[in-house]
């Protein structure tokens, strides 16, 4: 089942803050998070496992709600680089038969 | 260093002609897929594999075929059999085991003539 990202999109001024949810109804071993630029490969922002880990990369960190199997992606103090469409993979078993399950992407626009 | 190479860049198909897009990695990985993204949508899964000459269908394998007959190739055939085959195709690749990220290749743009 495929997992659902909110909002599906969102323009910020520069220096402004955002969340952006992916939300699965089973249960996740992962999510995984990338950022896609238009006509580019995506790229490899973080996972988190199951466990409710946060992590961090520069200003953008997660956090994973195994209760709510749902994670959040939050981007602080944006900046134009920040500019994309940002996407959630998620995992429901461990172990080698895995494939990622993407949700639909959210748009991210940072102005100056 | 260590990357994806997807080939070529930008693809032209003819009407009922089978292009074949190349994925080539250095990474050492075992696990390798295909994926497929139309304008405004997600990644959507055509093939995978874990191991060299095996490989699972995704959510959307009719009228595609893939091969692995080496752990560094994965090459997607897009047959005349797939009728609408315009989109942007991502190689990926990744370690086994759960919790791993996939690396992408720079992608083909497949076009119809």
């Known amino acids: 089942q495929q997992p659902v990202q909110s909002p599906q999109a969102v323009i910020l001024r520069e220096g402004e803050d955002a969340v952006i949810n992916c939300s699965s109804s089973k249960a996740l071993y992962s999510v995984h998070w990338y950022r896609q630029k238009h006509g580019e490969a995506p790229v490899f922002l973080m996972i988190l496992l199951k466990g409710g880990e946060q992590k961090g990369h520069e200003k953008i960190s997660a956090s994973f709600n195994e209760k709510k199997q749902q994670s959040s992606l939050y981007l602080t103090a944006s900046q134009l680089s920040y500019s994309g469409t940002y996407f959630c993979g998620t995992e429901n078993n461990a172990g080698n038969n895995r494939k990622l399950i993407w949700g639909l992407g959210t748009s991210l626009a940072v102005n100056p | 260093d260590g990357g994806i190479t997807q080939s070529p860049k930008y693809l032209f198909r003819k009407e009922g002609q089978n292009v074949t897009l190349s994925c080539e990695q250095n990474?050492?990985?075992?696990?390798m897929y295909w994926y497929r993204q139309d304008p405004g949508q997600g990644l959507r899964l055509i093939y995978y594999?874990?191991?060299?000459?095996?490989?699972q269908k995704g959510d959307i394998a009719e009228g595609y075929s893939v091969s692995r007959e080496k752990k560094e190739s994965f090459p997607l055939t897009v047959t005349s059999a797939q009728k609408n085959p315009t989109a942007f195709y991502l190689c990926?690749?990744?370690?086994?085991?759960?919790?791993?990220?996939?690396?992408f290749g720079d992608g083909t743009r497949l076009s119809i003539l």
């Open positions: 594999s874990q191991i060299v000459n095996d490989f």
């Open positions: 990474l050492n990985h075992d696990a």
């Open positions: 990926a690749s990744s370690m086994l085991g759960g919790g791993q990220p996939q690396h």
